[in-house]
C-alpha cells in the first residue's frame, strides 16, 4: 500500500480514527469545487487517503474494491477539470462511482455504503445532484451520456457530457451501438475509457486484444502532424492528397483507428495514475468539436497489494481482514448454490462429451471456473454479451451440443428476446442456469433478480425450476438433459442449507407435498429457497394451534396441475410463498392453473415482493421488513386462517 501516512509494504495499515480524521484532507472537501485550488502535491494526497477510506470502509461493509482503487487519479483529474453537477457524468456499471461519491458531499455518510438506508453502491438520481443517470448494468453509459448531450443541444445548452466506461464493457454490443450514433451525429461528448484489462474475470475476445496491441502502439498524433506539416510543404497539389495519405498512414499507425472509424477524436493510450497528465488532457480535449475518445490505461487494485494481486477476487467482496484479505467468516460453512452447480455441471460432463458450459465475463461468479479448467475446448466466455450468448448456445443446440448457460438473474433480462426468438420459438434444448435469483442483498435494485418468474414463466416451450436445495439442485440439473426442449434452473446468492446428497442422478418431475391431509386448515405451496423459511413457519404456526400442510412446487412452468388438484381437495385455504415480485409470479400461477382446471377452492394467499424495485440491505434485514422471514409468513397464515374462520 502506497501511502503518505505510513510506509507500507503488503498489507494497509488504517491508524487510529482520532489521528486520522485530524489529517484527513479529504474530509474538507464538501464539493468537487473544492479540488480546483489544490495542487498535485494535494491531489496526491488526497488520492492516498481516499485509497485508505475506501479499504477501510468496504473491509467493513463488502462491495466494489478493485474496481475504485484503479480509479482515484481519475475520478480526481475528472472532477478537476469538469464542473458537476452542471457537467454531466455517467459512469458505466457505476460499481466504480464510489471514489465520485465521496467527492461529492457524501463522505460523511460513506460508512453506510450498500447498508439498509444507507448510500447506494451504485450512482443514483435521487441520491445527488451529481449522479446524472442511475447505472448499475453494463455497456449503457455511452447510450445515455449521447441522449444527454442531445437533450442539452436540443435546450440550447451548453455543459459537457462525459461517459465513463471500462474496456470489459466494450464488450457489449451497446456500446458499440451507441459510439456508431454518436459518431455518425458528431454530437460533442466524451467517452473516458478506463482501460485496466479486466471486467470481473481477464477480459477475453477481439477486442481485449485489440485494446492490447493499442497499449504498446507507436504514439499517432505527432506523426500524424509531422506527415501533414511535410506534405503541405509542397504545395496546393500534393495537399489535395494529404487527407487520402493520412488516412492510409492511420491505419499503419493509429492505435485507435477502430475509434476515429467510428467518428470519434481519439487521444491516447495515457497513464491513468498520472494526475498532471490526465488533467491537462481532459482540459485540453474540451474545446474538441465532436465526440472524443481518451483512452486511459488503470491498474485495477492500485494501491492495495492483495487487491492488485487477486483483482477479480476484489472486484466485488464480502468484508474482509485488511492485514490479510481474507474474506471474514459468516454464514453456515456449507458450500454455495454456485460451488454446488458448477461441481454437478462438471460431474455430468465427464459422462456427456455433448455437454457445454457458456458465461458472460463470470467464470468465478457463476461457478464455472472448474468447468472451464476440466474442459476448456468445451467452454465459452464470450465477455458482457448476454443476448449473444444466449443465441450462440441456441446455434450449438441447433447442432446437437447440450449447452449451458451460467448467468445471473438480474443480467438475464438483457437477452430476454434471444430467449424467446432464438432459444423457445425453436424449442431447442438449452439449459438456462439464473444464479443470485431472489433478493441478493447490499447490491440492491439493480442486481435483485426478482423478475424471472414473471419475464419467463409465460414463454411457450420454456421448463422452469426453483429448487428448494443444494441436493434438489443437483437433481434439476440432472432433469434438465433429460428433456427436449429449453430449461431455466433459478437459485439465489449465498450459502446452501447443508442437507446430505444423494449419491445417484434422480428426475425430478412432480411437486412435492409434506402433510398435506384431511383436515388441514390451510396449505402453504413453497417454490425454490423459500422452503426452509416456510418449514420454519409451518412449526411456528403449529405451536400456535393452527395445522399447515407443506406443498414443494418444484415446477413454476408446467406447474403441477394434479397436485393442486389433490391440495384443494384437502383444504380450502391457500398461500403461495416465492422470492419473486407477486405480479405475474408463481401465486400468479397457480391462480391461472386453478381457473384454468376449473377447480373449486376457497382463498388464495399471495406472498411475495410487492410491485416495486426493493431497496438494498442484507437478505435477512430484507425478507424480515417485507414479512418473507419465517416469523412474517407466520403472521400473515396465522390472520388469513384467522379471517376465514377455518376450524381446526
Known amino acids: ?79 478537476t477539470v469538469f464542473n458537476t453537477p452542471r457537467d454531466k457524468m455517467v459512469w458505466d456499471v457505476g460499481h466504480q462511482a464510489y471514489v465520485h461519491k465521496l467527492l461529492t458531499g457524501r463522505y460523511e455518510r460513506f460508512s453506510t455504503l450498500r447498508q439498509a438506508g444507507g448510500i447506494s453502491g451504485f450512482p443514483k438520481i435521487v441520491e445527488s445532484p451529481h449522479d446524472a443517470f442511475g447505472t448499475g448494468h453494463s455497456s449503457t453509459s455511452i447510450s445515455a451520456a449521447l441522449g444527454i448531450a442531445l437533450a442539452r443541444d436540443l435546450n440550447g445548452e451548453s455543459h459537457h457530457v462525459i461517459a465513463i466506461i471500462g474496456d470489459g464493457s466494450l464488450t457489449g454490443g451497446q456500446a458499440y451501438e451507441a459510439m456508431n450514433h454518436a459518431g455518425h451525429l458528431g454530437v460533442n461528448m466524451t467517452v473516458i475509457l478506463n482501460d485496466n484489462e479486466m471486467s470481473i474475470s481477464k477480459n477475453v475476445g477481439a477486442i481485449s486484444e485489440y485494446l492490447a496491441k493499442m497499449r504498446t502502439a507507436p504514439t499517432y498524433s505527432k506523426v500524424k502532424n509531422d506527415v501533414e506539416h511535410l506534405l503541405r510543404r509542397f504545395g496546393d497539389q500534393v495537399a489535395k492528397t494529404a487527407e487520402r495519405v493520412k488516412g492510409s498512414l492511420k491505419y499503419l499507425l493509429v492505435p485507435g483507428v477502430l475509434f476515429e472509424e467510428l467518428g470519434f477524436t481519439y487521444f491516447g493510450p495515457i497513464d ?139 443480467f438475464a433480462q438483457r437477452a430476454y428476446d434471444q430467449i424467446l426468438h432464438d432459444i423457445c420459438l425453436q424449442n431447442l434444448p438449452v439449459v438456462l442456469v439464473l444464479d443470485r435469483a431472489g433478493i441478493v442483498g447490499e ?71 409434506e402433510d398435506v391431509a384431511d383436515g388441514c386448515q390451510v396449505a402453504i405451496l413453497s417454490i425454490g429457497t423459500m422452503w426452509q423459511s416456510c418449514r420454519m413457519a409451518r412449526e411456528i404456526l403449529a405451536s400456535r394451534g393452527i395445522t399447515a400442510g407443506l406443498v414443494n412446487a418444484r415446477y413454476i412452468s408446467p406447474l403441477d396441475g394434479e397436485m393442486l388438484r389433490r391440495v384443494v381437495q384437502k383444504t380450502p385455504l391457500l398461500v403461495t410463498v416465492e422470492d419473486n415480485v407477486l405480479a405475474g409470479g408463481f401465486g400468479s400461477a397457480v391462480l391461472e392453473q386453478l381457473n384454468h382446471a376449473g377447480l373449486h377452492y376457497g382463498k388464495v394467499l399471495r406472498l411475495g415482493w410487492p410491485n416495486e424495485f426493493i431497496p438494498q440491505g442484507s437478505r435477512g434485514e430484507l425478507l424480515s421488513a417485507y414479512g418473507l422471514g419465517a416469523e412474517g409468513i407466520a403472521d400473515s397464515v396465522q390472520d388469513f386462517v384467522t379471517r376465514w374462520a377455518i376450524a381446526p
Not at 477510506?53 to 475504485?68: D, F
Not at 472486484?315 to 474482509?320: E, R, T, V, Y
Not at 460432463?349 to 475446448?377: C, H, Q, W, Y
Not at 429449453?486 to 442437507?499: H, K
Request: glycine share 8%.
Open 272 to 410: 491513468g495514475h498520472n494526475l498532471p497528465l490526465l488533467t491537462e488532457v481532459l482540459q485540453s480535449t474540451k474545446s474538441v468539436t465532436g465526440p472524443v475518445l481518451i483512452h486511459v490505461v488503470t491498474c485495477k487494485g492500485k494501491g492495495y497489494v492483495p487487491a492488485e494481486c487477486h483483482a477479480d477476487k476484489f472486484h466485488g467482496i464480502a468484508p474482509f481482514c485488511i492485514e490479510t484479505g481474507k474474506v471474514n467468516s459468516s454464514g453456515n460453512g456449507n458450500p454455495s448454490y454456485t460451488q454446488i452447480f458448477g461441481e454437478t455441471l462438471t460431474a455430468l460432463a465427464e459422462t456427456d462429451p455433448d455437454i457445454v458450459a457458456i458465461t458472460a465475463a463470470m467464470p468465478d461468479g457463476t461457478g464455472l471456473k472448474s468447468f472451464a479448467n476440466r474442459f476448456p475446448e468445451r467452454f465459452f466466455d464470450v465477455g458482457i454479451a448476454e443476448p449473444h450468448a444466449v443465441t450462440l448456445a441456441a446455434g450449438l443446440a441447433a447442432r446437437g451440443k447440450k449447452p449451458v448457460v451460467a448467468v445471473y438473474s438480474t
Open 443 to 513: 447490491d440492491g435494485p439493480t442486481h435483485h433478480g426478482m423478475f424471472d418468474f414473471s419475464y419467463l414463466r409465460h414463454i411457450p416451450h420454456l421448463t422452469i425450476m426453483a429448487p428448494k436445495d443444494e441436493n434438489e439442485l443437483r437433481h434439476m440439473l440432472y432433469t434438465a438433459f433429460q428433456l427436449a426442449g429449453p430449461v431455466v434452473i433459478r437459485y439465489p446468492r449465498g450459502q446452501a442449507v447443508g442437507v446430505p446428497i444423494d449419491m445417484h442422478w434422480q428426475a425430478l418431475t412432480t411437486a412435492e407435498t
Open 1 to 79: 500500500m502506497y501511502s503518505t501516512m505510513v510506509n507500507l509494504r503488503n498489507t494497509l495499515v488504517i491508524m487510529k480514527e482520532k489521528d486520522l480524521v485530524n489529517s484527513m484532507l479529504l474530509e474538507t472537501i464538501k464539493s468537487p469545487h473544492a479540488l480546483k485550488s489544490l495542487t498535485f502535491e494535494q491531489l496526491e494526497k488526497l488520492a492516498a487517503e481516499i485509497r485508505e477510506v475506501l479499504v477501510s470502509t468496504v473491509s467493513q461493509t463488502g462491495g466494489h474494491l478493485a474496481p475504485n482503487l484503479g480509479v482515484v487519479e481519475l475520478t480526481l483529474a475528472l472532477h
